[in-house]
Protein backbone atom coordinates (compact mmCIF):
# COMPACT_ATOMS: atom_id res chain seq x y z
CA UNK A 1 0.00 0.00 0.00
CA UNK A 2 0.67 3.77 -0.14
CA UNK A 3 3.01 5.25 2.40
CA UNK A 4 1.28 8.08 4.72
CA UNK A 5 3.40 10.25 6.91
CA UNK A 6 2.51 12.30 10.05
CA UNK A 7 4.72 14.78 11.75
CA UNK A 8 5.45 15.46 14.60
CA UNK A 9 4.97 11.69 15.57
CA UNK A 10 4.70 13.11 19.74
CA UNK A 11 4.46 16.72 20.95
CA UNK A 12 3.74 17.98 24.17
CA UNK A 13 2.21 21.88 24.43
CA UNK A 14 1.05 24.21 26.90
CA UNK A 15 -2.43 24.24 27.74
CA UNK A 16 -3.43 27.66 25.82
CA UNK A 17 -1.20 26.97 22.93
CA UNK A 18 -1.38 25.56 19.52
CA UNK A 19 -0.14 22.55 17.49
CA UNK A 20 0.03 21.84 13.61
CA UNK A 21 -0.13 17.88 12.62
CA UNK A 22 1.34 17.21 9.23
CA UNK A 23 0.07 14.55 7.46
CA UNK A 24 1.90 13.68 4.03
CA UNK A 25 1.31 10.85 1.22
CA UNK A 26 4.80 9.79 0.06
CA UNK A 27 4.21 8.19 -3.44
CA UNK A 28 0.34 9.17 -4.51
CA UNK A 29 -1.64 11.49 -4.90
CA UNK A 30 -4.64 11.97 -1.97
CA UNK A 31 -7.84 13.53 -3.21
CA UNK A 32 -8.84 13.64 0.13
CA UNK A 33 -7.17 13.30 3.44
CA UNK A 34 -9.25 12.19 6.98
CA UNK A 35 -8.81 12.88 10.09
CA UNK A 36 -9.88 10.60 12.99
CA UNK A 37 -9.01 11.32 16.71
CA UNK A 38 -8.36 8.18 19.03
CA UNK A 39 -8.48 8.42 23.03
CA UNK A 40 -6.79 5.61 24.96
CA UNK A 41 -8.69 2.01 24.80
CA UNK A 42 -11.28 3.68 22.40
CA UNK A 43 -12.03 3.29 18.99
CA UNK A 44 -10.69 5.86 15.67
CA UNK A 45 -13.35 8.75 15.24
CA UNK A 46 -13.67 10.70 12.13
CA UNK A 47 -13.40 14.36 12.57
CA UNK A 48 -13.30 15.67 9.58
CA UNK A 49 -12.58 15.17 5.62
CA UNK A 50 -10.42 17.45 3.42
CA UNK A 51 -10.40 17.55 -0.02
CA UNK A 52 -7.66 19.61 -1.94
CA UNK A 53 -8.45 23.26 -2.74
CA UNK A 54 -11.82 23.30 -0.55
CA UNK A 55 -13.05 23.69 2.93
CA UNK A 56 -12.89 20.70 4.88
CA UNK A 57 -16.40 18.58 6.36
CA UNK A 58 -16.67 18.52 9.78
CA UNK A 59 -18.07 15.69 11.45
CA UNK A 60 -20.95 16.64 13.81
CA UNK A 61 -19.41 17.88 17.24
CA UNK A 62 -16.08 18.46 16.34
CA UNK A 63 -15.75 22.31 16.37
CA UNK A 64 -14.13 23.90 13.17
CA UNK A 65 -12.96 26.83 14.43
CA UNK A 66 -10.87 24.91 17.01
CA UNK A 67 -9.60 22.26 14.81
CA UNK A 68 -8.15 23.78 11.64
CA UNK A 69 -7.62 22.05 8.79
CA UNK A 70 -5.70 23.03 5.55
CA UNK A 71 -5.14 21.08 2.44
CA UNK A 72 -3.24 22.88 0.20
CA UNK A 73 -1.78 19.95 -1.92
CA UNK A 74 -2.48 16.33 -3.18
CA UNK A 75 -0.28 15.19 -0.86
CA UNK A 76 -0.19 17.47 2.18
CA UNK A 77 -2.91 18.34 4.57
CA UNK A 78 -2.25 19.63 8.65
CA UNK A 79 -4.66 19.79 11.02
CA UNK A 80 -4.07 22.34 14.03
CA UNK A 81 -5.42 22.33 17.40
CA UNK A 82 -6.24 25.57 18.13
CA UNK A 83 -5.65 27.08 22.15
CA UNK A 84 -5.36 23.13 23.25
CA UNK A 85 -6.90 22.47 26.42
CA UNK A 86 -5.76 18.67 28.53
CA UNK A 87 -8.95 17.44 27.07
CA UNK A 88 -7.84 17.70 23.29
CA UNK A 89 -4.88 14.68 24.73
CA UNK A 90 -5.49 12.54 21.95
CA UNK A 91 -3.60 10.04 19.41
CA UNK A 92 -4.64 11.79 15.85
CA UNK A 93 -4.59 9.95 12.55
CA UNK A 94 -4.73 10.89 9.01
CA UNK A 95 -5.34 8.54 6.31
CA UNK A 96 -4.91 9.85 2.22
CA UNK A 97 -7.55 8.22 0.20
CA UNK A 98 -7.96 7.85 -3.82
CA UNK A 99 -9.97 7.63 -6.43
CA UNK A 100 -11.22 4.74 -4.82
CA UNK A 101 -13.22 3.19 -1.87
CA UNK A 102 -10.85 0.96 -1.64
CA UNK A 103 -7.98 3.04 -1.37
CA UNK A 104 -7.01 4.75 1.67
CA UNK A 105 -4.15 4.28 3.70
CA UNK A 106 -3.55 5.48 7.57
CA UNK A 107 -0.68 7.45 8.84
CA UNK A 108 1.07 6.62 11.93
CA UNK A 109 -0.62 8.95 13.77
CA UNK A 110 0.79 11.58 16.50
CA UNK A 111 0.50 11.18 20.00
CA UNK A 112 -0.60 14.44 21.37
CA UNK A 113 -0.32 15.24 25.33
CA UNK A 114 -1.33 18.90 26.57
CA UNK A 115 -0.30 19.76 29.99
CA UNK B 1 -26.28 7.95 14.78
CA UNK B 2 -25.40 4.24 13.58
CA UNK B 3 -21.97 2.75 14.71
CA UNK B 4 -20.32 -0.41 14.23
CA UNK B 5 -19.82 -2.19 17.21
CA UNK B 6 -17.82 -5.91 18.87
CA UNK B 7 -19.14 -8.56 21.01
CA UNK B 8 -16.16 -9.06 22.88
CA UNK B 9 -13.41 -6.03 24.06
CA UNK B 10 -10.83 -8.93 24.68
CA UNK B 11 -9.66 -12.32 23.16
CA UNK B 12 -7.12 -15.01 24.32
CA UNK B 13 -5.95 -17.45 22.14
CA UNK B 14 -3.48 -20.20 22.70
CA UNK B 15 -0.32 -19.65 19.55
CA UNK B 16 -1.18 -21.98 16.71
CA UNK B 17 -4.76 -21.94 17.28
CA UNK B 18 -7.49 -20.01 15.10
CA UNK B 19 -8.76 -17.11 16.43
CA UNK B 20 -12.61 -15.52 15.52
CA UNK B 21 -13.07 -11.90 15.94
CA UNK B 22 -17.25 -10.82 15.57
CA UNK B 23 -18.58 -7.30 14.53
CA UNK B 24 -22.00 -6.51 14.53
CA UNK B 25 -23.35 -3.14 12.57
CA UNK B 26 -26.16 -1.87 12.60
CA UNK B 27 -26.28 0.10 9.50
CA UNK B 28 -28.09 -1.24 6.84
CA UNK B 29 -26.85 0.76 4.00
CA UNK B 30 -23.19 -0.42 4.84
CA UNK B 31 -21.64 -2.09 2.12
CA UNK B 32 -18.08 -2.29 2.37
CA UNK B 33 -16.20 -3.05 5.36
CA UNK B 34 -12.57 -3.26 6.13
CA UNK B 35 -10.55 -4.97 8.95
CA UNK B 36 -7.96 -3.15 10.62
CA UNK B 37 -5.47 -4.29 12.61
CA UNK B 38 -3.84 -1.49 15.02
CA UNK B 39 -0.57 -2.12 17.72
CA UNK B 40 0.31 -0.03 20.30
CA UNK B 41 1.01 3.48 19.42
CA UNK B 42 0.70 3.12 15.68
CA UNK B 43 -1.61 3.36 12.90
CA UNK B 44 -4.58 0.86 11.74
CA UNK B 45 -3.04 -1.31 9.38
CA UNK B 46 -5.52 -2.78 6.63
CA UNK B 47 -5.90 -6.58 6.82
CA UNK B 48 -9.14 -7.34 4.45
CA UNK B 49 -11.87 -6.14 3.19
CA UNK B 50 -15.15 -7.72 1.75
CA UNK B 51 -18.29 -5.78 -0.44
CA UNK B 52 -21.77 -6.66 0.40
CA UNK B 53 -22.39 -8.37 -2.72
CA UNK B 54 -20.17 -11.07 -1.25
CA UNK B 55 -20.28 -13.06 1.90
CA UNK B 56 -16.45 -14.63 2.02
CA UNK B 57 -13.14 -13.30 1.09
CA UNK B 58 -10.17 -15.18 1.75
CA UNK B 59 -6.48 -13.35 2.08
CA UNK B 60 -3.29 -15.20 3.47
CA UNK B 61 -4.17 -16.79 6.88
CA UNK B 62 -7.19 -14.29 7.24
CA UNK B 63 -11.10 -14.61 6.24
CA UNK B 64 -13.83 -12.15 6.63
CA UNK B 65 -17.54 -13.72 6.50
CA UNK B 66 -19.99 -11.32 6.02
CA UNK B 67 -23.99 -11.99 6.92
CA UNK B 68 -26.17 -9.15 5.73
CA UNK B 69 -29.33 -10.65 6.93
CA UNK B 70 -28.03 -10.36 10.80
CA UNK B 71 -25.43 -7.63 10.05
CA UNK B 72 -22.83 -9.31 11.22
CA UNK B 73 -18.72 -9.32 10.23
CA UNK B 74 -16.45 -11.82 11.37
CA UNK B 75 -12.66 -11.97 10.92
CA UNK B 76 -11.14 -15.41 11.14
CA UNK B 77 -7.14 -15.88 11.63
CA UNK B 78 -5.58 -19.14 11.27
CA UNK B 79 -2.63 -20.16 12.94
CA UNK B 80 -2.05 -17.65 15.08
CA UNK B 81 1.37 -16.29 16.08
CA UNK B 82 2.88 -13.68 18.35
CA UNK B 83 2.67 -10.65 16.10
CA UNK B 84 -1.04 -11.36 15.54
CA UNK B 85 -1.56 -10.24 18.83
CA UNK B 86 -3.04 -6.36 18.57
CA UNK B 87 -6.47 -4.55 18.74
CA UNK B 88 -9.03 -5.46 15.22
CA UNK B 89 -11.51 -3.13 14.35
CA UNK B 90 -13.77 -3.41 11.75
CA UNK B 91 -14.99 -0.19 9.76
CA UNK B 92 -17.72 0.22 7.47
CA UNK B 93 -19.05 2.92 4.72
CA UNK B 94 -22.12 2.88 2.19
CA UNK B 95 -22.17 4.28 -0.99
CA UNK B 96 -25.22 6.84 0.40
CA UNK B 97 -21.81 8.63 2.10
CA UNK B 98 -19.56 8.32 -0.75
CA UNK B 99 -18.42 11.36 -2.79
CA UNK B 100 -18.33 10.59 -6.05
CA UNK B 101 -16.57 7.31 -5.91
CA UNK B 102 -13.56 7.67 -3.40
CA UNK B 103 -12.38 6.93 -0.33
CA UNK B 104 -14.89 8.07 2.13
CA UNK B 105 -14.33 8.13 5.88
CA UNK B 106 -14.95 5.53 8.01
CA UNK B 107 -16.98 4.47 10.89
CA UNK B 108 -14.99 2.43 13.09
CA UNK B 109 -16.43 -0.29 15.66
CA UNK B 110 -14.99 -0.60 19.16
CA UNK B 111 -12.50 -2.88 18.81
CA UNK B 112 -11.20 -6.65 20.01
CA UNK B 113 -7.74 -7.00 21.96
CA UNK B 114 -6.54 -10.14 20.55
CA UNK B 115 -3.89 -11.89 22.79
CA UNK B 116 -1.66 -14.52 21.81
CA UNK B 117 -0.44 -16.35 24.81
CA UNK B 118 2.75 -18.81 23.92
Known amino acids: GAVVSQHPSRVICKSGTSVKIECRSL??????MFWYRQFPKQSLMLMAT?????????EQGVEKDKFLINHASLTLSTLTVTSAHPEDSSFYIC???????????FGPGTRLLVL | GESVGLHLPTLSVQEGDNSIINCAYS??????FIWYKQESGKGPQFIID?????DKRQGQRVTVLLNKTVKHLSLQIAATQPGDSAVYFC?????????????????FGKGTHLIIQP
Open chain 1, 95 to 105: SAGGASRETQY
Open chain 1, 27 to 32: DFQATT
Open chain 1, 50 to 58: SNEGSKATY
Open chain 2, 27 to 32: NSASDY
Open chain 2, 50 to 54: IRSNM
Open chain 2, 91 to 107: AENNDLASSGGGADGLT
